[in-house]
């Protein structure tokens, strides 16, 4: 043996010490936490896809009834704020001599007695096994184990042509230095979704790098798992479907047409078959269709008077679409342009959701590609296949493209971003890997230290560190992570014109909901202050008043013309602030940015006042409207 290869050998059997290592800990970790107290409760839709999960793997079946009510209040204390049912369809079918012969129709179930989840039921039922013998850690180990193999098979995609040290830094950086491992700590289908991709694209192009001979005699069982795997994607996120052209398409360009349209109707296939399961299980092929409802605080049959129909109408039931895009704007010629180059610019680099911030590892995967110059044909296809769903996101989902509900990170894109591992060059170098653990960890390391309070309170990650000086997201102003926090979000500023405000840090400070308007907000000495001002119109300038008890100097913008103001006390500074914002939907967002460079502290110079707050400059404003055609 050479001293190459015994060194490649001992590499590759410290990696497997190394994987052996993460995995037990990870697993103890999992087994062993409270998921309930550590996770704070529930979040996202954790609640949909915890009830489903445990009425699988205990009354065997996926409908919502009064005893899936009693286990989730018996294990959270509390109901399933923010679950998503749905009422249920009974299929008929009747055949006689009138044409069509075969005659199919719908009706209401007649049970008054149970409801559907409203969401995809394959993650559900993956790991109801898990959730049977462990409760609810059995979603984190079920998670863990998921990371485990993406992991396992990215180090044997990347170490086929590359050294194994640099195989498995790279391979770990991918998913570590992320915010995928914030999503481990979530008790939905994300993690899943994500892990589907990567082994189906891992399945399709393994062979691709582990031999030389591309010419293969006939269809690979690996690119039918592929298939499969793409279909379950599909089905759980319909937004992945454009995921299997790449497999295809590669066929068709070796001339093998046969080959793709097999592996295209297995996929094709697939997806029919796990919709039709939805419409035998629910008398829906669409979960997220029919009369589909979200339900806080009171809840289907937690009483006798609680039943579908009064929540309905209730205040705590809200009507739910998967698509808020505001449909007259969406291909507005005149929006367009304008939006779509904000969201290329915020979905590679917005301080909330940018593909480099929270994906760095990808974005140096990408760069290596493009260095390398492998353009082989699997590499190209794949990134056009990422670039089409990219491109889906952006243009018809404009203002919810980041999946809605303030996620850490871009959750839509989660189920690409495996897309992009494939992308990545062979590596003989360290080099390409601290630079993504490095660039990585300066965006992400706060929230893969604390990934519990990272899911449940998003906001926090994003009040520090470099991310502040990225963009903010104007175009989805509506639904900023802030938005999860009813106390710093949707603040009612004015009402004539209406202004709502959203305090993304905590340097300044919300006003007085009973104060005359305008309405007092105190900026904090403490750093730049960063509030999001929404209105129904387009907004020319903001007329400002600035004064404080002390010497400071207060600086401010609105997006445009950054002003500077030293403030005297006693004295009552006025200024025009100019606005420039960005449409959203069916409103404007505005990114008011406010400094003083002093502050003080009331309690300290009146000992008898109760305000202990760290104050800088007291500022009031009024949003002028811009002229007619502006």
């Not at 006798?304 to 704007?329: C, F, G, I, K």
């Not at 929006?335 to 959701?353: C, M, P, T």
Request: glycine share 8%.
């Amino acid at each position: 043996m050479t001293s190459g290869s015994a060194a490649a050998g001992a590499s590759a059997h410290g990696a497997r010490w190394i994987a052996a290592v993460l995995l037990i800990v990870s697993l103890a970790a999992a087994i062993s936490v409270d998921v309930v107290k550590t996770g704070f409760g529930n979040k996202g839709d954790e609640a949909t896809y915890v009830s489903m999960a445990l009425s699988v793997a205990f009354d065997h079946d996926l409908t919502y009834e009064r005893r899936d009510l009693e286990r989730y209040w018996g294990l959270y204390r509390w109901g399933p704020d923010g679950i998503f049912l749905k009422r249920g369809k009974q299929w008929h079918v009747r055949v006689n001599g009138s044409s069509p012969f075969v005659h199919i129709s719908r009706t209401p179930d007649r049970r008054a007695d149970r409801l559907y989840f409203g969401k995809a039921l394959l993650y559900a039922v993956a790991v109801a096994p898990f959730v049977r013998v462990l409760g609810l850690n059995g979603f984190l180990v079920f998670n863990v184990l998921l990371l485990f193999g993406i992991c396992v098979c990215g180090y044997q995609f990347l170490v086929a042509r590359a050294r194994p040290a640099p195989a498995l830094a790279f391979t770990l950086a991918f998913v570590g230095a992320t915010v995928v491992p914030v999503y481990a700590v979530f008790m939905t289908s994300d993690l899943f979704n994500f892990a589907l991709v990567f082994f189906a694209y891992f399945a399709w192009l393994y062979k691709e790098v582990a031999t030389n001979d591309a010419r293969h005699t006939g269809i690979p069982w690996s690119d039918v798992a592929a298939a499969v795997l793409l279909g379950c994607a599909t089905f759980s996120k319909p937004l992945n479907f454009l995921l299997i052209g790449p497999p295809v398409l590669l066929w068709w360009l070796r001339r093998r047409f046969a080959a793709g349209m097999v592996v295209g109707t297995v996929f094709t296939l697939t997806v029919v078959i796990l919709f039709g399961v939805n419409a035998v299980s629910s008398g829906e092929f669409n979960y997220q269709g029919g009369d589909r409802r979200t339900f806080y605080s009171s809840f289907p049959f937690d009483s006798p008077e609680h039943t579908w129909e009064q929540l309905a109408q209730a205040r705590q039931s809200v009507e739910m679409t998967t698509n808020d895009s505001d449909a007259d704007s969406v291909l507005d010629p005149s929006e367009f342009s304008n939006r779509f180059a904000h969201n290329v610019e915020y979905f590679l680099i917005g301080r909330h959701f940018g593909f480099v911030p929270y994906f760095f590892p990808g974005a140096v995967a990408i760069v290596l590609w493009l260095v390398s110059r492998r353009f082989e044909s699997w590499r190209v296809l794949t990134f056009l296949g990422l670039a089409a769903s990219t491109l889906l996101l952006l243009v018809f989902f404009p203002y919810t493209w980041s999946g809605g509900g303030g996620p850490v990170g871009n959750r839509y894109f989660l189920n690409l971003y495996p897309v992009v591992f494939f992308l990545t060059p062979p590596m003989m170098s360290m080099a390409p890997s601290m630079i993504a653990w490095a660039g990585g960890a300066l965006f992400t390391a706060q929230v893969v230290l604390n990934p519990f309070v990272a899911a449940k309170f998003p906001i926090q990650s994003t009040e520090r560190g470099a991310v502040r000086r990225l963009p903010v997201e104007l175009t989805m102003g509506n639904d900023p992570p802030v938005a999860l926090d009813v106390s710093r979000a949707h603040v009612l500023y004015s009402r004539d014109p209406v202004v709502l405000l959203y305090f993304l840090d905590t340097h300044s400070y919300i006003p007085d909901s009973l104060a005359i308007e305008p309405k007092a907000v105190w900026v904090s000495g403490s750093g730049r202050s960063d509030i999001i001002v929404r209105t129904e119109h387009p907004l020319d300038h903001l007329k400002m008043t600035a004064e404080s008890p002390i010497r400071t100097v207060f600086t401010v913008s609105a997006g445009g013309r950054t002003s500077t103001v030293p403030i005297v006390p006693g004295q009552v500074a006025s200024l025009d602030v100019p606005a420039s914002g960005v449409r959203g939907l069916k409103s404007y967002a505005y990114l008011l940015s406010v400094r003083s460079s002093d502050a003080f502290t009331e309690h300290l110079r009146v000992p008898s006042s109760d305000d202990k707050r760290n104050l800088g400059v007291m500022i009031r404003f009024t949003a002028v409207l811009a002229p007619p055609g502006r």
